[in-house]
């Protein structure tokens, strides 16, 4: 059975810094395009970062520059890296994974549980 489990969030206070990290378990199964995604209360939820199998990443405007994602092939993993934190990024952080069945070219998105991220001093 497929799972995205994330950890790392917290309250952080602003101009702080959190290191999300995601775990893709399971087998049978490639990881294609991985992503961070948030959503706070009262609002939809966003695309806060994507990378591709090969490295290729992209970022939300409100988060460039403060915001690093990076993934770990040999592990499944995702991470995402947040500095200079600001009140405004408060939210449930979710991880997003495209996964590949082995012998398929059929592909399934898999969300995790998310993380709170809380910004506030």
């Known amino acids: 059975q497929v799972q995205l489990v994330e950890s790392g969030g917290g309250l952080v206070q602003p101009g702080g810094s959190l290191r999300l990290s995601c775990e893709v378990s399971?087998?049978?199964?490639?990881?294609?395009?991985m992503a961070w995604y948030r959503q706070a209360p009262g609002k939809q939820r966003e695309l806060v970062a994507s990378?591709?199998?090969?490295?290729?990443?992209n970022y939300a405007g409100s988060v460039k520059g403060r915001f690093t994602i990076s993934r770990d092939n040999a592990k499944n993993m995702v991470y995402l890296r947040m500095n200079t934190l600001k009140p405004d990024d408060t939210a449930v952080y979710l991880c997003?994974?495209?996964?590949?069945?082995?012998?398929?070219?059929?592909?399934?998105?898999?969300w995790g549980q998310g993380t709170q991220v809380t910004v506030s001093s």
């Open positions: 997003y994974a495209v996964l590949r069945t082995y012998g398929s070219s059929s592909l399934t998105m898999r």
């Open positions: 990378i591709t199998s090969g490295g290729t990443t």
């Open positions: 399971g087998s049978g199964f490639s990881v294609n395009n």
